[in-house]
């Protein structure tokens, strides 16, 4: 599967326990906490480490943008 980028190129995921409207969204499956691992493939440097925002899941966003 691919992300669906941002209109700026980037990408966001949003990681909760359950499914939400955003095309990039993870589920957990309800389980409270893991790991998560990024790859990338075909870059010609290694890309920015990824920003996390912690938000209360009625705040997380429903699109790209």
């Not at 992300?3 to 359950?18: F, H, K, L, M, Y």
Request: hydrophobic share 40%; net charge negative.
């Amino acid at each position: 599967h691919s992300a669906v980028p941002n209109s700026d190129g980037t990408v966001t995921i949003v990681v909760s326990r359950g499914v939400t409207a955003h095309p990039n969204s993870v589920t957990t499956l309800d389980y409270p906490r893991g790991n998560l691992a990024f790859r990338w493939f075909l870059v010609d440097a290694v890309p920015q480490r990824p920003v996390v925002e912690l938000l209360p899941a009625s705040e997380a966003p429903t699109q790209v943008s």
